[in-house]
């Protein structure tokens, strides 16, 4: 498998060469591969770090955006600009185990399914305050309610999926945490693989809980809206006599 690793940074200095020596540890003897840093406006040392970063590392690729523009919006430009047919994601927080992605990799290899376009990590064991792994599980709790997207956990950044099909999806911020509904919607299968969640040992959270409530309401009632008005033909071509 050809797998393109994205990883959206936003003022992670002391994180991003420790998690491209795990990531590289994790794939350099296995699967092709390429790394690609989206800086996504970051005002620290980020940049000078991942720049430090690419002459240790050929198969490092740093992308910039000139200001912050949120994690979904970095992840699309890691995507739109991968060489490779296969993307994984993390966080750039170091809280997700690269280790875990050849873990993705060998499920997908063991289901042996053609539509299987996404496999989505499940952070069984969260490695956050009591409030944030409360507010996690409500927040999912919902939106499985609605959505009925069979994912339990949508927040983790650690993914598995096809670029072709999620350049297909309609974009908006905030997307990462609907991939699986959309994928489902557009006709793929999506499963969940249990992946390791580590505490963050350096900087500080980007989401505070009640500005992610309120906005992942709103992005919630827009899901359900295309859903609503989406509709998935089936599709044969009648032959010539």
Request: net charge positive; with cysteine.
């Amino acid at each position: 498998m050809k797998i393109s690793v994205v990883v959206p940074v936003h003022n992670e200095t002391d994180n991003v060469e420790l998690l491209i020596e795990e990531i590289h540890r994790a794939l350099g003897d296995g699967e092709t591969y390429e790394m690609i840093f989206v800086d996504d406006g970051s005002t620290d040392d980020t940049g000078l770090k991942l720049q430090g970063a690419m002459q240790q590392y050929p198969t490092l690729r740093v992308l910039t955006h000139q200001r912050s523009c949120g994690q979904s919006r970095a992840v699309h430009t890691g995507v739109s600009a991968a060489r490779y047919p296969w993307i994984a994601t993390l966080d750039g927080d170091g809280q997700n185990d690269p280790a875990d992605i050849p873990h993705l990799v060998a499920a997908w290899r063991e289901q042996n399914d053609s539509q299987l376009w996404m496999l989505a990590g499940f952070r069984h064991k969260r490695n956050d305050t009591g409030w944030r792994k409360f507010s996690s599980k409500f927040a999912n709790a919902v939106r499985q309610s609605i959505l009925h997207d069979a994912t339990p956990d949508t927040g983790c950044g650690l993914k598995l999926f096809l670029r072709d099909k999620f350049l297909a999806l309609p974009y908006f911020d905030h997307i990462h945490r609907f991939l699986p509904a959309l994928i489902r919607m557009a006709g793929g299968n999506v499963i969940s693989v249990k992946v390791n969640h580590r505490p963050r040992n350096f900087g500080t959270s980007k989401y505070g809980t009640l500005d992610r409530a309120l906005v992942g309401i709103v992005d919630l009632l827009g899901v359900v809206w295309l859903k609503k008005r989406h509709s998935l033909p089936i599709v044969s071509e009648i032959q010539r006599g």
